[in-house]
């Protein structure tokens, strides 16, 4: 099983970006896939979360309004439309799915078992 995590990039504050998620190599079909983020010396925290068969979607409060969690289910890959974009915002970002989280686990990365390799996203002032 593999993500491929692509589309991060260097951007003035205001600008956007969309990062993908491409799944591969499982025969199963996800529950949960999530973005998550890490700036240096920060723990790992959730972004934004999509339930794959239901497209319920759940954010972290500083992106709401800001990103969108979507997916193609023919092509087993989500998508995190990042717009107005704030220094804040800068971070590596990680791509997680798993086939057993529950929604009131969504939140935790320590529930996923599949991880993409991390976007490097920089926001300037």
């Known amino acids: 099983v593999q993500l491929q995590a692509s589309g991060g990039g260097l951007v003035q504050a205001g600008g956007c970006l969309r990062l993908?998620?491409?799944?591969?190599?499982?025969?199963?079909?996800?529950?949960?896939v999530a973005w998550f983020r890490q700036a240096p010396g920060k723990e790992r925290d959730f972004v934004a979360g999509?339930?794959?068969?239901?497209?319920?979607?759940s954010y972290e409060d500083s992106v709401k309004g800001r990103f969108t969690i979507s997916r193609d289910n023919a092509k087993n890959t989500v998508y995190l439309q990042m717009n107005n974009l704030k220094p804040e915002d800068t971070a590596v970002y990680y791509c997680?799915?798993?086939?057993?989280?529950?929604?009131?686990?969504?939140?935790?990365?320590?529930?996923?078992?599949?991880w993409g390799q991390g976007t490097q996203v920089t926001v300037s002032s």
């Open positions: 997680a799915a798993d086939r057993n989280v529950t929604l009131s686990a969504m939140r935790d990365s320590r529930q996923y078992d599949y």
């Open positions: 993908s998620c491409a799944t591969s190599g499982h025969t199963f079909s996800w529950r949960y």
């Open positions: 999509i339930r794959w068969n239901a497209g319920f979607t």
